[in-house]
């Protein structure tokens, strides 16, 4: 075990652990591994932290540290440690830093919402299937007649689709290990593929998220989802938000390369986990869709991100895309090409346009407010024909990030929290001891502490109440005490968190009324409010009219749709009319800069009211 130097009590650094979002202060000198069970989060270390089961790794991405020692070189692959990998159990911190902890090092896993409604949708690819049946022919005669296949594939209608060279051996061996049947995939651009008759026709839908990462495999004759799951976006580590990520891209050499890196080996590694579930491989899915906003777009197409970092901020395409997905590195089938919808503006990007194809909310004949809470809040408003659209930087509160006791929705985290006179009841994912706040969790304490009395309209404390403690000045109410909690210390809600909430829900509050203003129209005249996202699906509805973050309506009206991105992208790989759709809905949308909005600042600070 590497040697752990002596603790200087008097420097105090704060880690931030990703991608979980848990901030802990710890002494000097304090290993990373040290740092999460402070922080109540748990790293695989199956030998206790000797330094000799080499499971703890970590990745630091800022900050200063111990150096190299013994066991690491031991543990750790020559390419593991120029990639940057350490041993959480043998790296003291030495500086503020923050620490990236891979999905196999982590043994607590963040709860992801994959899951949304759903509606009758006819199941029209552009990937098609030809099935071809060559006479078997005798034991010495050349099994293949490309003859025979050219007629096959005229007679369907693909008379310019010409045979790929390397394709005939693949038809060969299929065809002779089939009594002469095979089937020729075709897209697009011409023949792909080769595949048994009794294979599956698979394609995969990707939502990529400011935080997290869904994928679906489907079945392209049937529709039907046969694997899905979730893994969080590995970029979190260089930025919370996109804001954040443009620039680590702008002001390192290779940032971009970095970011877009991360990202596609995460998506590759968790299309591989989808693949194992149903018995096969990556080289077997024959087209992608993958959807984000347009940050996480611009960086997974490897288009510059500049001009999105600056007024007016500009996207460099807005178009859709449609390109060989090998050409970034997705491991899919060697000519499987991927499909990027079209972005609307700087800040909304095709996930939302996906959201809005899988909530139909165009076609509904009402007048509708659809918004997708994120990091990156996107809003729209369909009234009379017109469709307005605008961002906001909601900001990474409702990950839990920036809130004092605040991480994401892993198990211990409060999601929801109750408070009753003298009584406060928490529940936390999977029941387990508390060890923070997630996003659903500190909205409802707001709510709770204003129903309560405990703080006022404009979020300050009330000092006279005796349920508010004062530690030399600084005001906060207590959830869970020390002995209740999984790491022994007490959870509270303080007035900076208080201000956090504030500022998100103004944010999307703020967004709502520019729109509502641009149409003309008042709140009241939303007839359905649609609600997307991980943590829109979380959120209580009564809590959020309580703290003014949608406006006052009936909740009838209000109607929370899960992950609809991760739906439209379904959509958008099971349906070529859906791609249509997408293109047209992009040059009838009005997007609106609130940065541009003339009033727009003293909406917000009314936005901040508590109400």
């Excluded at 996906?354 to 076609?363: C, D, F, P, V, Y």
């Excluded at 530690?471 to 109410?477: E, H, N, T, V």
Aim: aromatic share 4%; hydrophobic share 40%.
């Amino acid at each position: 075990m590497c040697a752990i130097k002596a603790k200087k009590d008097a420097d105090l650094y704060w880690v931030t652990l990703e991608p979980v979002g848990r901030r802990v202060q710890v002494v000097a000198n304090t290993t990373i591994l040290g740092a999460s069970q402070q922080a109540g989060i748990e790293i695989n270390a199956v030998c206790g932290g000797e330094g000799s089961c080499g499971m703890c790794k970590v990745r630091p991405i800022s900050g200063d540290f111990s150096p190299l020692c013994d066991d690491e070189i031991d543990q750790l692959h020559k390419t593991e440690i120029n990639s940057g990998l350490r041993l959480a159990c043998s790296t003291q911190i030495l500086s503020d830093c923050t620490i990236q902890i891979p999905p196999e090092s982590l043994a607590t896993l963040q709860r992801l919402q994959l899951e949304s409604t759903n509606h009758n949708l006819e199941v029209d690819p552009v990937i098609k299937r030809v099935e071809i049946s060559l006479p078997f022919p005798g034991e010495n005669e050349s099994l293949l007649d490309l003859q025979k296949v050219r007629r096959i594939l005229d007679s369907e209608g693909y008379e310019s689709a010409d045979i790929p060279l390397n394709l005939i051996p693949v038809l060969q061996k299929i065809t002779r290990e089939h009594n002469g049947k095979a089937s020729i995939i075709l897209n697009e651009f011409g023949i792909i593929a080769a595949i048994s008759p009794d294979d599956i026709l698979l394609g995969c839908a990707v939502d990529i998220g400011t935080t997290k990462i869904a994928a679906y495999l489907v079945d392209l004759r049937t529709g039907q989802t046969l694997a899905s799951g979730g893994t969080i976006n590995p970029q979190v580590a260089y930025g919370e938000d996109v804001i954040s990520r443009i620039k680590y891209s702008n002001e390192h050499p290779q940032g971009a390369e970095t970011l877009q890196h991360i990202l596609v080996q995460a998506i590759n590694d968790l299309l591989t986990d989808l693949c194992m579930q149903i018995g096969t491989a990556p080289n077997k899915i024959e087209d992608s869709v993958m959807v984000g906003n347009t940050a996480m777009h611009h960086l997974l197409a490897g288009l510059p991100v500049y001009s999105l970092g600056t007024a007016p901020y500009t996207p460099a395409s807005i178009q859709a895309m449609r390109f060989p997905a090998n050409k970034v590195g997705i491991s899919i089938a060697e000519n499987a090409c991927l499909y990027l919808p079209p972005n609307i503006a700087g800040f909304v990007g095709g996930d939302h346009i996906a959201m809005l194809l899988a909530t139909n909310a165009r076609h509904l004949d009402k007048t509708v407010v659809a918004l997708d809470i994120g990091t990156n809040t996107e809003i729209s408003l369909i009234h009379q024909g017109r469709h307005f659209s605008c961002s906001c930087a909601s900001g990474p509160a409702f990950e839990g990030a920036h809130i004092h006791d605040g991480l994401r929705a892993i198990s211990g985290a409060i999601e929801r929290v109750f408070i009753d006179d003298q009584t406060v009841k928490v529940q936390t994912i999977n029941n387990k001891p508390a060890i923070g706040i997630c996003g659903s969790g500190i909205l409802d304490s707001v709510a709770e502490m204003l129903k309560e009395n405990l703080i006022d309209f404009r979020g300050s404390f009330i000092k006279t109440d005796p349920r508010v403690r004062d530690s030399q000045g600084s005001l906060r109410f207590i959830l869970v005490p020390p002995e209740s909690s999984g790491h022994g210390r007490e959870i509270a809600v303080n007035r900076r968190d208080v201000n956090e909430i504030q500022l998100a829900k103004a944010a999307i509050r703020s967004g709502i009324e520019v729109l509502l203003e641009n149409a003309g129209i008042e709140a009241e005249e939303v007839e359905l409010f649609l609600v997307a996202g991980a943590f829109g699906s979380y959120l209580d509805l009564k809590n959020t009219l309580r703290i003014g973050m949608f406006p006052s309506l009936p909740l009838d009206r209000f109607q929370q749709v899960g992950n609809a991105a991760g739906l439209g992208a379904r959509e958008l790989l099971l349906s070529s009319k859906k791609r249509v759709e997408a293109k047209k809905m992009v040059d009838s949308i009005e997007y609106i800069e609130l940065t541009t909005v003339r009033n727009y600042q003293d909406i917000f600070m009314e936005a901040i009211r508590l109400e």
